[in-house]
């Protein structure tokens, strides 16, 4: 029997990850507010409540059904920028989950990727342009390197990336976005996008802690 | 129906507003406007943001409009809108739509009056991308006027780049004139000029031609200064920011654009180009009888179906960069010809902003990029064909060829080839088939049309192929596989001539190869310069047929012999009977000393036994004898049949890639007990040149690989257009590097292009290098130069060249000398 993750746990994942932005809404609001417009903390709270409520009218079968359907509903409630990007993330994890059985920490991180490789298509951002792509890459190494651990282990190691990613973005002057219209006044503060994914992989990392199977 | 528009904004008053406004400059007619704006909040109201379900549902309620303009205000409303395309239900749709980077209100004004008119797609996404210059226009001046930079700045619109070069903008305060002296105008070659000038120069410069009124155009771009039609004698206006930059622009045009007006080789210049009127005409001399053939070639097929907009892109840069290899790798062929202007031409076109700039705005507005290339370049084809100069009009071939080059690169499909030996007819040649012609197998060509002044007619004068254009209906109704007999230079073609036709050619094709074999007896004799010292003039060999071919130039030896060949393209290395087999077959067939290379790969051209880590720079990685001696076997065994080779046959063996003497014992101790095989290396790496002396015990003579030399001394790859003039060999820093070399006393050849290019040729001798080692075809033409040049002169003007600060200096002395 491989490490994988259970289905229950994906969306204990997910549900965790929608507790976590309410928890920090404000925080995440008030990031926002000094480089942004102010949206990003509400704007994700709605888009994954909507989240939670699809997932309850239609529970998916698979774990490749449950990422689609975050990032479909993410698509249409979210409202800024964080839609179409989260959304293009859940929903590339969907597709690359697509027939997978196990999801092991090989597949989480081919599917982290492939999430990954759609937030560059989607918002052609590049490291250091002070986006949440700068959370995303370093926990997608972080995973990769991983390799042979325990999801527990390698999804805390990518948290831990991700969380320094996010914290990384402080000193940065945006270059995406509408933070990139203050130039070098977005410097000194941290990009709520990054800060986002950061809780994202904290979420995870806490859903798959008990993923040793048996 | 006309052209629909969708309007996606965070807010949905906003959009709301911005319709009400558009519709009040609509005077009765009728456009489809769709809104997506806001994010519906569940409770009948809206919030702000977008949403990419709502804008497919308002794209996909436009499926009867002739196309569908999405307009779009900032941030996530340009990626919701991205996403909508992807989620559409019918993808056949997305071909109709164009999402625009155009301001969202002015745009919207614009495009519904413009889509009300019943305007295209097109034509309403440019006026909407056009829409602020009005306002532009006004506000222009003072230029002074500046936007105050601590406060927060709206971010310019996205401006296409086609139409950046097309917008007029503030009138430049600096003018000056000239007088086109070209005599076929601003064409493709000055025009390539001066586009390189005024990139030089970094100015905004504009031009009108005061003669026809046509302009401003940007001298940024080569294929607007082809719009402004100036022909010779018409005068030109300069426009610039700065006088220096006007001056400039003069100065040059005052050089007649540094072209050479003589024009060589074109015997039919003074006639009316451009055109196939008048019957056929003799385009390149030589006469020949053989079986009509035409080109096979699979059909060029233009997929509108492709990728994301990334995805076409890299394709783009892709199709774009290879295009600009061959074109290069043809230039450099013809390096030192007038010839090589037409590929100069063609380079400018594959670096043109307004072609360039119109196929990326379409890559960007989601076509394949096949398509947006293919449509690119029709447009400034029929620019070009509209206008009024001929020669102009005939340079639209240019366009055309680029482009078909750059498609099947694109689409991978191979150029049309011959399908045997024979006379080729076709209807005209692009200058990429015309150079890619074999010459093994196309014996004389036949066009239908084409002009002795065509590209096709200058390359088959330079490749020395019998040409007649202007055959008209002949070339075209000819049977394949029937006679045809053609006269190059007096134009006469016969198809199935008759017995007393079939005669006379066959004693004229009979006197001139009579002429020919006069020419190569003289290079089958030594070369001896007018005082006395004889320079031998090898070939370089990549096979038996080369050999053969080199045998018949009159090839003294075999000066380097490239066993790659051999090793490429299969699963596992040769053994050591093949290769002795395949070794001794070259030396037969030259029957002279052969200089036998051993393997000279790298990361660039990875073998599938040689286990090679890939490398970010495979030129300064493991290749050459660093790669070898990594695999000892291999080198062993190819040594081994070398060695063996050598017992019948006068052979010698030299070793590339080599920096310092360990390699060279290294090498001398994988060679076969008792053997006495010559061992040379090759000169290409810098410091090896230069400390030569500390080299000289562990070698028995040496080959200066010009070619290498250049591009490690220099720093200029090979290859890369942009560093092309740089990566000459003739740079005085590479001459001292020889002059070093031959310094230490070793028996020196020299193997590289620059044994073989006409300025090369005396400052080698000048340096005192005596034996040049060719490519087979230019055995003749380089004994024929050697003989008309005398040491003592040689060394003087070697002596001046090592003091000049560059190759184009070194060109310039050897010229005037």
Not at chain 1, 171 to 176: D, E, G, I, N, V
Not at chain 2, 31 to 48: I, K, Q, T, Y
Request: hydrophobic share 45%; glycine share 10%; charged share 25%.
């Amino acid at each position: 029997m491989t490490d994988a993750l259970s289905l229950e746990q994906l969306r204990a994942w997910v549900d965790g990850f929608a507790a976590s932005v309410k928890e920090h809404r404000e925080e995440l609001t008030e990031l926002d507010s000094a480089i942004g417009d102010a949206d990003h903390g509400s704007n994700m709270d709605r888009g994954l409540r909507a989240v939670g409520e699809a997932l309850e009218a239609k529970p998916p079968a698979d774990a490749a059904a449950l990422f689609t359907t975050v990032g479909m509903t993410l698509v249409s409630k979210v409202g800024g920028a964080s839609g179409p990007l989260f959304g293009t993330f859940f929903m590339r994890v969907g597709q690359a989950l697509k027939g997978v059985d196990a999801v092991d920490v090989a597949a989480l991180t081919a599917a982290l990727e492939a999430g990954t490789e759609g937030v560059v298509a989607r918002g052609k951002a590049e490291a250091g342009d002070k986006t949440m792509y700068d959370a995303l890459a370093p926990a997608v190494a972080a995973l990769r390197e991983a390799g042979a651990a325990s999801p527990g282990e390698a999804l805390a190691a990518a948290a831990s990336a991700a969380r320094a990613g996010a914290e990384a973005t402080v000193p940065l002057q945006a270059r995406k976005g509408r933070a990139s219209y203050l130039g070098e006044r977005s410097i000194g503060h941290q990009d709520p996008g990054a800060t986002s994914v950061a809780l994202l992989l904290e979420a995870a990392a806490a859903a798959g802690g008990g993923a040793r199977a048996t | 129906m006309s052209v629909a528009i969708v309007v996606v904004s965070h807010s949905e008053p906003l959009a709301r507003a911005a319709v009400a406004l558009a519709g009040e400059m609509l005077q009765g007619g009728e456009v489809r406007v769709e809104v997506a704006a806001g994010l519906d909040n569940g409770s009948g109201g809206f919030e702000v943001g977008t949403d990419a379900m709502r804008i497919k549902e308002a794209i996909e309620a436009c499926v009867d409009a002739d196309g569908v303009l999405v307009l779009v205000d900032l941030g996530s409303a340009v990626m919701s809108a991205e996403m909508a395309l992807d989620f559409l239900d019918d993808p056949t749709l997305r071909e109709r739509v164009t999402i625009s980077p155009a301001p969202l209100v002015e745009g919207l004004v614009v495009a519904t009056v413009a889509a009300a008119g019943g305007a295209t797609l097109a034509e309403v996404a440019a006026e909407a991308l056009d829409a602020t210059a009005a306002k532009a226009a006004h506000l222009a001046d003072p230029p002074e006027m500046q936007t105050d930079p601590s406060s927060p700045v709206e971010p310019s619109s996205p401006v296409e780049p086609s139409s950046s070069v097309e917008l007029v903008e503030t009138p430049p305060a600096m003018s000056g004139r000239f007088t086109v002296r070209n005599p076929h105008g601003l064409h493709a070659r000055p025009a390539a000029r001066l586009v390189q000038e005024v990139r030089r120069l970094a100015a905004d410069v504009e031009l009108v031609n005061l003669t026809t009124g046509a302009g401003p155009e940007p001298g940024s771009s080569m294929i607007r200064v082809a719009v402004l039609g100036a022909a010779q004698g018409h005068e030109v206006e300069v426009r610039a920011r700065t006088q220096e930059a006007v001056d400039a622009v003069v100065a040059l045009a005052e050089r007649g654009f540094d072209e050479s007006f003589e024009t060589p080789h074109e015997p039919a210049a003074d006639q009316e180009p451009a055109t196939s009127a008048g019957g056929p005409r003799g385009a390149s001399p030589g006469v020949v009888l053989g079986p009509a053939r035409r080109l096979v070639s699979a059909p060029l097929e233009v997929s509108e179906a492709g990728g994301t907009p990334e995805e076409e892109s890299g394709r783009l840069d892709v199709a774009l960069a290879a295009a600009r290899g061959e074109v290069e790798a043809t230039h450099r062929a013809l390096r030192q010809t007038p010839e090589a202007e037409i590929f100069e031409a063609h380079l400018a076109l594959l670096d043109d902003d307004s072609l360039l700039g119109r196929a990326r705005a379409l890559v960007a507005e989601g076509r394949s990029a096949a398509a947006a290339w293919t449509d690119a370049v029709a447009e400034v084809h029929d620019e070009w064909a509209a206008l009024d100069d001929p020669y102009l009009r005939e340079r639209a071939a240019d366009v055309d060829a680029v482009g078909e080059q750059v498609l099947r690169s694109i689409t991978g499909v191979a150029p049309a080839a011959m399908p045997a030996a024979g006379v080729l007819l076709a209807d005209d040649l692009t200058p990429a088939e015309a150079a890619a012609l074999d010459l093994d197998l196309v014996q004389g060509v036949v066009l239908a049309a084409g002009s002795p002044t065509s590209h096709a007619a200058i390359l088959a004068r330079a490749r020395d192929v019998p040409l007649v254009v202007g055959a008209g209906d002949l070339a075209r109704t000819a049977p394949d596989g029937a006679t045809v007999a053609l006269d190059g230079s007096t134009g006469e073609v016969h198809v199935d001539p008759s017995d007393e036709v079939r005669r006379d050619f066959e004693r004229r094709a009979e006197a001139e190869r009579e002429q020919r074999r006069t020419a190569l007896d003289a290079a089958q004799r030594p070369a001896a310069t007018t005082d006395g010292v004889t320079v031998v003039v090898g070939a370089n060999l990549g096979s038996v047929a080369d050999a053969e071919l080199a045998r018949a130039s009159g090839a003294d030896k075999a000066g380097l012999v490239r066993t790659e060949l051999l090793f490429l393209g299969r699963d596992d290395a040769p053994g050591e009977d093949e290769q002795a087999t395949t070794y001794a077959a070259v030396a037969a067939a030259l029957d002279r000393r052969v200089t036998l290379r051993t393997l000279d790969v790298g990361g660039d051209k990875p073998l599938p036994y040689v286990a090679a880590p890939a490398e970010d720079n495979p030129f300064l990685g493991v290749r050459g004898v660093r790669l070898s001696l990594r695999h000892p076997d291999l080198l062993r065994t190819q040594l081994a049949a070398m060695a063996r080779v050598a017992d019948d046959a006068d052979v010698e063996v030299m070793v590339p890639m080599v920096a310092v003497p360990a390699e060279m014992d290294a090498v001398r101790a994988l060679l076969p007990e008792g053997s006495s095989l010559r061992l040379g290396m090759m000169v290409e790496v810098p410091s090896a040149a230069l400390k030569l002396p500390a080299l000289a015990a562990h070698v028995d003579f040496v080959s200066i690989g010009t070619n290498d030399l250049t591009q490690y001394a220099v720093a200029a790859e090979r290859g890369n257009p942009g560093v092309a003039e740089l990566g000459d060999p003739l740079d005085p820093g590479v001459l001292q590097l020889v002059e070093r070399v031959v310094a230490a006393g070793l028996p020196t050849g020299v193997c590289g292009e620059a044994a073989a290019d006409p300025a090369g040729v005396p400052l080698l001798l000048g340096l005192g290098v005596r034996e040049l080692s060719v490519a087979p075809p230019a055995v003749p033409r380089v004994k024929a130069l050697v003989r008309t040049l005398d040491t003592a002169s040689c060394a003087a003007l070697a002596r001046e060249a090592l003091t000049l600060p560059d190759a184009a200096a070194v060109r310039r002395l050897v010229a005037g000398s």
